[in-house]
């Protein structure tokens, strides 16, 4: 059974308002798709041992009114969940204070038991759903790669996203060690002074701590507790 978010009706399909104007988002397409219809068919388990995952087939037709070539573009691709957790993830991150489509929550236990099965079907499907009646996520690129796309071109922007959050991952670690730096030289700064009456332990607990997290143990015999 197909959603239907705009009328209220078992159906995939919809009619699409493209009179929106539209914030300067990078990756959006000039076609706007006037009609749309998807569907999450056959979900199909693949894979052995630690590599079993859910496939799913995607149907999918954009129909557009603006009189150009290839007035409706027909597809159909194979995904499974994490294909699915990669799109919402780059869409989040190129349209940031966007709110995207909520996902199905993983399981740890019984995720290729029939009934969870079927249930994340459906809410897979209607993830497309929202998404392609959302005036701006249904231009952006991320949506029309996954709906038309190689698995290699999905594979290579997860591969960027990737390397993408290794390098913001490292961004953070280094801002914190700069920020956990100059809260030690900010307190061994106060305690040499000769001008207070009283040391600080307070700060100084706080700044063996941080060189703690940081993994720097070896900095803590600069301190007396």
């Known amino acids: 059974m197909y959603a239907d978010l705009s009328h209220g009706a078992s159906s995939s399909s919809s009619s699409l308002d493209g009179g929106v104007t539209l914030p300067n988002y990078p990756n959006l397409s000039a076609r706007v798709a006037s009609r749309f219809h ?3 068919t056959d979900p199909e388990q693949r894979g052995e041992g630690l590599t079993t995952h859910i496939a799913y087939k995607i149907n999918s037709t954009l129909e557009y009114d603006d009189g150009l070539a ?3 573009v027909q597809s159909c691709v194979i995904r499974r969940f994490r294909d699915f957790e990669s799109l919402a993830e780059s869409l989040a991150n190129e349209l940031p204070g966007l709110l995207i489509p909520a996902l199905p929550e993983k399981a740890l236990m019984g995720r290729f038991d029939a009934t969870f099965v079927e249930e994340r079907r459906r809410a897979l499907q209607l993830f497309l759903v929202r998404l392609l009646e959302h005036n701006m996520l249904r231009r952006h690129a991320h949506v029309h790669l ?3 796309g190689s698995e290699s071109a999905l594979a290579a ?3 960027k996203q990737k390397d993408a959050n290794k390098q913001s991952t490292s961004k953070s670690l280094l801002s914190f060690w700069n920020s956990s ?3 030690v030289s900010n307190t061994l700064s106060v305690e040499n002074r000769g001008t207070h009456k009283q040391r600080d332990p307070t700060g100084r607990r706080a700044a063996v701590g941080v060189l703690f997290l940081t993994g720097r ?3 803590v015999s600069c ?3």
């Open 223 to 225: 301190f007396d507790l």
């Open 146 to 148: 996954f709906l038309t």
């Open 38 to 40: 998807v569907s999450v």
């Open 181 to 183: 730096v100059a809260l």
């Open 157 to 159: 922007v997860r591969a």
């Open 217 to 219: 143990a070896s900095v």
């Open 70 to 72: 290839d007035p409706v």
